[in-house]
């Protein structure tokens, strides 16, 4: 299976300031259709995950464009330009081009 | 709106049948990935499988000997069982409608989720 790993575990940031969540895959993400296949999650405390980013760099509808992903092959990086107090949680990458499906360990993000 | 309810037992006891319900409210369920994905207390993620297609499904290999997802149109619910449990199972049990947007996979919505606990 593809194994995903985020970096750092943590982060804290002051309100206003940008943050940067790494996400490292064990094999390209890269399909042979041209498409790579890495999306961005945020869990909030006590709620379930939700959808921020597909295709390494397509934000889902109504998330704020403050929200921006980057990358290629098996690096890949989500960033926050001015991190908000709505922003805290954990943000986990996932792949879908293989099975099983796989998350990285997460990043807590949380406000100074 | 699409809203999705996981409803179970929320303690089983080891080595038992861990089975739990997701209704789905809003839309129909005769389409789309329906999905569990779970999160033992204070971990990450864990995709457990999907049905697709009315019938086809797919599932952790970690988990595939003991795991069925299954559909019920007539109630639309879609439903799962873990056989085999143990303290391992323990864990935050989502439900999720996986929908394809060209040739990507997104969940949304998730169910709230339900904390199952395996212990005698």
Redesign the interface.
């Given at each position: 299976?593809i194994v995903m790993s985020q970096t750092p575990l943590s982060l804290s940031v002051t309100p206003g300031q940008p943050a940067s969540i790494s996400c490292k895959s064990s094999q390209s993400l890269l399909?042979s259709?041209g498409?790579t296949?890495l999306?961005w999650?945020l869990?909030k405390a006590g709620?379930?995950?939700?959808?921020l980013i597909?295709?390494v760099s397509n934000r889902?509808s109504g998330v704020p464009d403050r929200f921006s992903g980057s990358g290629s092959g098996t690096h890949f990086t989500l960033k926050i330009s001015r991190v908000e107090a709505e922003d805290v949680g954990v943000y986990?990458c996932?792949q879908?081009i293989q099975?099983?499906?796989?998350?990285?360990?997460?990043t807590k993000v949380e406000i100074k | 709106q699409v809203q999705l309810q996981e409803s179970g037992p929320g303690l089983v006891k080891p080595s038992e049948t861990l089975s739990l319900t997701c209704t789905v409210s809003g839309y129909s369920i005769n389409s789309y990935y329906w999905t569990w994905i779970r999160q033992p207390p204070g971990k990450?993620?864990?995709?457990i499988g999907y049905m697709y297609n009315s019938g086809s499904t797919?599932?952790?290999?970690?988990l595939e000997s003991r795991v069925t997802v299954s559909v019920d149109t007539s109630k639309n619910q879609f439903s799962l069982k873990l056989t085999s449990v143990t303290a391992a199972d323990t864990a935050v049990y989502?439900c999720?409608r996986g929908f394809r947007?060209?040739?990507?996979?997104?969940?949304?919505?998730?169910?709230?989720?339900t904390l199952v606990t395996v212990s005698s």
């Amino acid at each position: 299976e593809i194994v995903m790993s985020q970096t750092p575990l943590s982060l804290s940031v002051t309100p206003g300031q940008p943050a940067s969540i790494s996400c490292k895959s064990s094999q390209s993400l890269l399909h042979s259709d041209g498409k790579t296949y890495l999306y961005w999650y945020l869990q909030k405390a006590g709620q379930p995950p939700q959808l921020l980013i597909y295709e390494v760099s397509n934000r889902f509808s109504g998330v704020p464009d403050r929200f921006s992903g980057s990358g290629s092959g098996t690096h890949f990086t989500l960033k926050i330009s001015r991190v908000e107090a709505e922003d805290v949680g954990v943000y986990y990458c996932m792949q879908s081009i293989q099975l099983p499906l796989t998350f990285g360990g997460g990043t807590k993000v949380e406000i100074k | 709106q699409v809203q999705l309810q996981e409803s179970g037992p929320g303690l089983v006891k080891p080595s038992e049948t861990l089975s739990l319900t997701c209704t789905v409210s809003g839309y129909s369920i005769n389409s789309y990935y329906w999905t569990w994905i779970r999160q033992p207390p204070g971990k990450g993620l864990e995709w457990i499988g999907y049905m697709y297609n009315s019938g086809s499904t797919n599932y952790n290999p970690s988990l595939e000997s003991r795991v069925t997802v299954s559909v019920d149109t007539s109630k639309n619910q879609f439903s799962l069982k873990l056989t085999s449990v143990t303290a391992a199972d323990t864990a935050v049990y989502y439900c999720a409608r996986g929908f394809r947007y060209f040739d990507w996979l997104l969940f949304d919505p998730w169910g709230q989720g339900t904390l199952v606990t395996v212990s005698s």
